[in-house]
């Protein structure tokens, strides 16, 4: 079981470009949550996914946008990239309908570095 | 709105010296609470979890945490450190009606020999 991954495991990008981040869900798993760790502090949730469709949003702007394919895979998009846009995106999995209990999974992350 | 404090930011151990990191959250209700754990590197792994009934949890690598509802704590302690257990240790909650986490800000754990 390969467990959550995500791609690129780093990113160089300057302000104003637009980047794309992956994830792929641990097996069996159909949901899809995204977080953002700025340096020194907690992730903060961005959105979550289920069925293609955007369940969950968090307190972000929509320059940030996502989206979930039909093998539950995700991307997360971020346009007109900002300094404070710099951070570790995590990537979390879960099912959908599962008890609250269910654990969710993380992956490795993708940091990027706006310049 | 529900938070997550850690209040210490960085704490230091000698190791299989006893260790105690702190938690207080804020929700009316009872809140599903989490302990993760960021190595360099990695990503989030989860330690342990609180949902209802005995309020003394268990979890991996010989942690332990304890829910005291009269304190709006979830503080996590294990009694002997390890060098390995030098990490990032994040503490989380969510809501009967969303399993979206909300973080604390972590405390940073090292461990001198």
């Known amino acids: 079981d390969a467990g959550v991954t995500q791609s690129p495991t780093h990113l160089i990008k300057t302000r104003g470009q637009q980047v794309t981040l992956r994830c792929s869900p641990k097996?069996?798993?159909?949901?899809v949550s995204w977080y953002q760790q700025a340096l020194g502090q907690g992730p903060q949730f961005i959105f979550q996914y289920y069925e293609e469709e955007e369940r969950q949003r968090g307190n972000f702007p929509d320059r940030f946008s996502g989206h979930q394919f039909p093998n539950y895979s995700s991307e997360l998009n971020v346009n007109a990239l900002l300094l404070g846009d710099s951070a570790l995106y995590l990537c979390?999995?879960?099912?959908?309908?599962?008890?609250?209990?269910?654990?969710?999974?993380f992956g490795p992350g993708t940091r990027l570095l706006v310049l | 709105a529900q938070s997550v404090t850690q209040p210490d930011i960085h704490i230091t151990v000698s190791e299989g010296a006893s260790l105690e990191l702190r938690c207080n959250y804020s929700?009316?209700?009872?809140?599903?609470l989490f302990w993760y754990v960021q190595s360099p590197g990695q990503g989030l792994q989860l330690l342990l979890k609180y949902f209802s009934g005995d309020t003394l949890v268990q979890g991996i690598k010989g942690f332990e945490a304890e829910f005291k509802r009269s304190q709006s704590s979830f503080n996590l302690r294990k009694p002997s450190v390890h060098w390995s257990d030098a990490a990032e240790y994040f503490c989380?909650?969510?809501?009967?009606?969303?399993?979206?986490?909300?973080f604390g800000t972590g405390t940073r754990l090292q461990v001198f020999p």
């Open positions: 929700y009316g209700a009872t809140p599903y």
């Open positions: 979390a999995s879960s099912s959908w309908g599962t008890s609250l209990q269910e654990t969710q999974y």
């Open positions: 989380a909650q969510s809501s009967y009606n969303t399993d979206k986490l909300i």
């Open positions: 097996s069996g798993h159909d949901t």
